[in-house]
């Protein structure tokens, strides 16, 4: 089972600032990582799959990066909607089964 | 537009049963594997069961296995997850997805639309 461990657990930052949040897999998955961005009472969004293609309707500011074990979500400049919890998540080639990281809670400094 | 309308949440007594269902709409449903992914209160996501396009290939994740089933019914476009000897640690928030491609072989590797969610709480 591979299991998905993100960094930090939350992440203080102010509007107009960088964001980076890290997700390590405990096994190469090449480039099969994904990630979610979540508000609270909301279901999650995709924004990030096969580790660098933004989903329809992402902003640019959002991109991805990395493969095997490493992967990084990076917002280029913090507007004040992308204060939520992100998941990265992948997908074990067979048996299918699905794993997410355990969140990033970017919160407002 | 793509939609996934949730239904048949609740209260259920441990050990008792509850089927909650997902109805698809704007999509060819039956080109999409469908998942189902829980959310406990306050805690991150966990994958349940997968279901392929065709309802012939059920995954589970090992929490559940041998106690829920998903399926689905094409032609009402329709998901279901029938949970079968439901304890408290089954107190979650329940979303079913989609599969972002169809044309990724049985299942895709990420979810691209998911429902609003439905409460199922555990408790006697």
């Known amino acids: 089972e591979i299991v998905l461990t993100q960094s930090p657990a939350t992440l203080s930052l102010s509007p107009g600032e960088r964001a980076t949040v890290s997700c390590r897999a405990s096994q190469s998955v090449t480039n099969y990582l994904a990630w979610y961005q979540q508000k609270p009472g909301q279901a999650p969004r995709l924004l990030i799959y096969?580790?660098?293609n933004r989903a329809t309707g992402v902003p640019a500011r959002f991109s991805g990066s990395g493969s095997g074990t490493d992967f990084t979500l990076t917002i280029s400049s913090l507007e004040p909607e992308d204060f939520a919890v992100y998941y990265c998540?992948?997908?074990?080639?067979?048996?299918?089964?699905?794993?997410f990281g355990q969140g990033t809670k970017l919160e407002i400094k | 537009q793509v939609q996934l309308v949730q239904s048949g949440g609740g209260v259920v007594q441990p050990g008792r049963s509850l089927r909650v269902s997902c109805g698809a709409s704007g999509f060819t449903f039956s080109s999409y594997g469908m998942h189902w992914v829980r959310q406990a209160p306050g805690k991150g996501l966990e994958w349940v069961a997968s279901?392929?396009?065709?309802?012939?290939?059920?995954y589970y994740g090992d929490s559940v296995k041998g106690r829920f089933t998903i399926s689905r019914d094409n032609s009402k476009n329709t998901l279901y997850l029938q949970m079968n000897s439901l304890r408290a640690e089954d107190t979650a928030v329940y979303y079913c997805a989609k599969d972002r491609s169809s044309a990724a072989g049985i299942f895709d590797y990420y979810m691209d639309v998911w429902g609003k969610g439905t409460t199922v709480t555990v408790s006697s």
């Open positions: 998540q992948q997908r074990s080639n067979w048996p299918p089964k699905y794993s």
């Open positions: 279901i392929s396009y065709d309802g012939s290939d059920k």
């Open positions: 096969d580790a660098s």
